[in-house]
């Protein structure tokens, strides 16, 4: 009996197809195997038992066979193994005869099959061998050996623990902190780091480099200092950022909601976000606050019911005057007036006119999603889904139960529980697509018994 088990983890993008990714294939279900198409509905793969994305590679499994192709469908990797991940430096982490080792992109081994996992660390591999872990270099040489219960890399030092207790080691296998913590959390390994630090009564604190106390454990839980201050919650399970004397410099909430260089926000627990300086001055309160998520400084708040726009320094840059908004995206920030959806620009000048019914998404590559509705509202709701372009047009009537957008005339529909490669100049329907191909993560796993 052969037992063959594949195992791919892929990280595929949900609605962030950006100028500068837009795909050149897509993936398609056919009589429950998957193939490639470009974006004219043309198959460039045909179809495999397995086949999936993962960043710029294609990743597929046919008749015991693991290939991982690149964005240009050239052959970068291919061998007879039960799985396959990326590795470092080029080379490939591999599974045989139910043993893990990494091998070359020419099938050169570098660690042999001995072990029971593999990892990806930053300057070399996590190995497991009968539950004890230890550290390899990419030229396949233990460098930290196989006796710990587990093993991370923070940046340049690694958290282990050997008996039940947490210490830290230098990438060179020195005991930095000795094993004595019931739990330790720093980001790094400098003079001047101060290291959360759990002791055996569960109390919490920080010490620093020399393993001596800094802050005293009285704490129920803490985090790393980040710009000279750390969250901490008591023992009576109240929220405090101190700075490192352990002075209290913000108190009286639930949840720390952002931070950059320049501001603070938390949540108490009635909703309200206040935004506090480092030194600990409040600036504002809001009744929301979202944080931008495509790397603009550009923040949504709002208070009483309406909308508007601060900047990572709390200076409001487009006034609370709407009665809903989207995210800044490719210059434009959908919002709501009158019932009404329209985009503004960061001058808070009228770029869409107030037109739209419904809700409206944020722009990607010039197009974004318009959901068709009886109101005006945020969020998604996935009937009744066109597209419009960045000066208003509707370019895909609201009629589908999803879509995304992919570059030019092309989209992705959903029609019942199928979807579709979709040009929408032509109103035609490409090619039928794996179901739910535009997910956040999968993993996709074959067993073949024979």
Not at 58 to 77: A, R
Not at 196 to 214: H, L, M, P, Q, R
Not at 308 to 331: C, H, S, T
Not at 428 to 438: E, M
Request: aromatic residues 12%.
């Amino acid at each position: 009996m052969k037992k063959i088990h594949f195992l791919l983890k892929l990280t595929l993008l949900l609605c962030s197809f950006t100028a500068l990714a837009q795909p050149k294939y897509v993936i398609f279900d056919e009589e429950g195997k998957q193939g490639l198409v470009d974006l004219q509905g043309k198959t460039v793969l045909a179809p495999v038992e397995h086949l999936g994305k993962y960043n710029n590679f294609f990743i597929t499994f046919n008749q015991g066979i693991s290939t991982i192709y690149n964005q240009n469908l050239k052959v970068v990797f291919r061998g007879k193994y039960d799985e396959v991940k990326f590795g470092l430096q080029g080379n490939y982490i591999v599974k045989k005869n139910q043993k893990y080792g990494v091998v070359t992109a020419n099938n050169q081994i570098v660690i042999p099959f001995k072990y029971d996992e593999i990892y990806n660390l930053a300057n070399g591999y996590k190995v497991t061998l009968n539950e004890k872990e230890g550290v390899v270099n990419n030229k396949g040489k233990l460098i930290i050996p196989l006796k710990y219960e587990d093993i991370s890399q923070q940046n340049n030092c690694y958290k282990a623990t050997l008996d039940g207790k947490e210490g830290i080691l230098s990438l060179d296998n020195k005991t930095l902190i000795p094993f004595m913590y019931q739990q330790l959390q720093l980001d790094n390994f400098n003079t001047e780091t101060l290291i959360v630090a759990k002791n055996e009564e569960d109390k919490v604190g920080f010490i620093n480099t020399k393993n001596e106390w800094v802050i005293s454990p009285i704490y129920r839980l803490a985090s790393p200092f980040q710009n000279g201050l750390a969250f901490v919650r008591d023992e009576q399970k109240k929220s405090m950022l101190i700075n490192t004397k352990g002075e209290v410099v913000i108190k009286g909430f639930d949840v720390l909601e952002y931070y950059n260089s320049n501001i603070i926000v938390v949540r108490d627990y009635r909703w309200n976000y206040s935004v506090y300086n480092y030194k600990g001055e409040l600036l504002d309160v809001y009744n929301s606050f979202y944080e931008n998520h495509y790397g603009e400084q550009v923040h949504q708040v709002s208070k009483q019911g309406k909308y508007g726009f601060i900047d990572g320094n709390n200076k409001v840059i487009i006034p609370l005057e709407y009665e809903g908004a989207n995210e800044l995206r490719e210059g434009l920030i959908p919002v709501i007036k009158n019932d009404k959806w329209g985009c503004i620009n960061l001058k808070n000048e009228i770029v869409i006119p107030f037109q739209f019914i419904g809700s409206l998404g944020v722009f990607e590559n010039g197009v974004a999603v318009y959901n068709k509705g009886p109101e005006s509202k945020m969020g998604y709701s996935w009937s009744q889904c066109g597209l419009i372009n960045n000066i208003g047009e509707v370019i895909v009537e609201p009629k589908y139960n999803r879509i995304e957008y992919l570059a030019g005339n092309i989209a992705i529909i959903t029609i019942g529980n199928d979807e579709y490669l979709y040009d929408f100049v032509k109103d035609k329907k490409l090619k039928r697509l794996t179901p739910d191909v535009l997910i956040n993560s999968v993993e996709i796993s074959v067993k073949d018994n024979n």
